[in-house]
Nanobody
Framework: QVQLIESGGGVVQAGDSLRVSCAASGRSLSGYAVAWFRQAPGKEHEFVAALSRNGGYTYYGDSVKGRFTISTDNGKNTVYLQMNSLRPEDTAVYSC???????????????????WGQGTQVTVSS
């Protein structure tokens, strides 16, 4: 069983930067694809970023490409999402997720993942 705990959310102004973290307890995420999704009130889960199982490839949603960066520590125990040039439309609950059998074509689907954190709120004011 993998437990994921997010931290680092908060209230920032448009244009600011923020880094959210996701710590895995119980085991390393080595061998797992990891990703961040977000959900704003009344909206569906939106894919934000993913890191492939071997850690060699990153993928980003169109709305965050060039502004957000997903990364992990060396042991792949913590997943980070660095968010730059934040916009009010980035306001959402950000959740990290991990899955062992996620194939490349499914990385952008929230249904492909096995374990989820509780989420952390990011609010960007204009």
């Amino acid at each position: 069983q993998v437990q994921l705990i997010e931290s680092g959310g908060g209230v920032v102004q448009a244009g600011d930067s923020l880094r959210v973290s996701c710590a895995a307890s119980g085991r390393s995420l080595s061998g797992y694809a990891v990703a961040w999704f977000r959900q704003a009130p009344g909206k569906e889960h939106e894919f934000v970023a993913a890191l492939s199982r071997n850690g060699g490839y990153t993928y980003y949603g169109d709305s965050v490409k060039g502004r957000f960066t997903i990364s992990t520590d060396n042991g792949k125990n913590t997943v980070y999402l660095q968010m730059n040039s934040l916009r009010p439309e980035d306001t959402a609950v950000y959740s990290c997720t991990a899955g062992r059998g996620v194939i490349t074509s499914s990385l952008r689907s929230h249904r492909a993942y096995d374990f989820w954190g509780q989420g952390t709120q990011v609010t960007v004011s204009s």
